[in-house]
């Protein structure tokens, strides 16, 4: 069946310190590939995503992911955490149209100042 | 300003009513959806529509209905028959990037459903 996991449920990391969110999907072929950010009571952000071509992937608020289809891992990295990075992210994958998008359970990041 | 709102932000409901939750985009998109979030869990998918006068069942259908008589509009409605409609409620809208052959989806600030 398919599915995206996100393996860490909570993440604390020190302000200025690097980031990693992990992101891993169990797709028949290789899918369309998302990341989101979702403050308190409030909707989803586009981070970044992947449809094709060069596999790290630039995005905003200084945020970069690296897709690994040998490892079906799309992981989200920051060099340098800021406090207004705390928030809640998500992973999400689409296989061919977003009909069939589907979404991990979501990392929320604590920044401890 | 181009954008996805949806109203009202917080919405109180007794049991056994009916409640209606809006959903409006203004970035000509075609295609629109209606996601639940419970707490500690990803989205899940309520309906989606690609068209006008057109729209397909998600994973967690039951107990909820959509129209879509307009482009911009994707009204969601939340039954009695909905056992624990209590959540937080995201729509969103996409459309298809032939520049990138890929399909973006873009959301609303969300609608806080709690049943009293």
């Known amino acids: 069946a398919q599915s995206v996991t996100q393996p860490d449920i909570h993440i604390t990391v020190s302000e200025g310190a690097s980031l990693e969110l992990r992101c891993n999907y169990s797709y028949g072929a290789t899918p369309y590939l998302f990341w989101y950010v979702q403050s308190p009571g409030q909707g989803l952000q586009l981070l970044l995503k992947?449809?094709?071509?060069?596999?790290l992937v630039q995005g905003i608020k200084g945020f970069e992911a690296e897709f690994k289809r040998s490892q079906s891992s799309f992981n989200l990295r920051k060099p340098s955490v800021h406090w207004s990075d705390a928030a809640e992210y998500f992973c999400?994958?689409?296989?061919?149209?977003?009909?069939?998008?589907?979404f991990g359970a979501g990392t929320r990041l604590t920044v401890k100042p | 300003d181009g954008g996805i709102t949806q109203s009202p932000k917080y919405l109180f409901r007794k049991e056994g009513q009916n409640v209606t939750l809006s959903c409006e985009q203004n970035?000509?998109?075609?295609?629109m959806y209606w996601y639940r979030q419970d707490p500690g869990q990803g989205l899940r998918l309520i309906y989606y529509?690609?068209?006008?006068?057109?729209?397909q069942k998600g994973d967690i259908a039951e107990g909820y209905s959509v129209s879509r008589e307009k482009k911009e509009s994707f009204p969601l409605t939340v039954t009695s028959a909905q056992k624990n409609p209590t959540a937080f409620y995201l729509c969103?809208?996409?459309?298809?990037?032939?520049?990138?052959?890929?399909?973006?989806?873009?959301f609303g600030p969300g609608t806080r459903l709690t049943v009293l």
């Open positions: 970035l000509n998109h075609d295609a």
């Open positions: 999400a994958v689409a296989l061919y149209n977003n009909n069939d998008m589907r």
């Open positions: 529509s690609q068209i006008v006068n057109d729209f």
């Open positions: 992947y449809f094709s071509g060069d596999t």
């Open positions: 969103a809208s996409s459309t298809w990037d032939t520049r990138t052959s890929g399909d973006t989806q873009y």
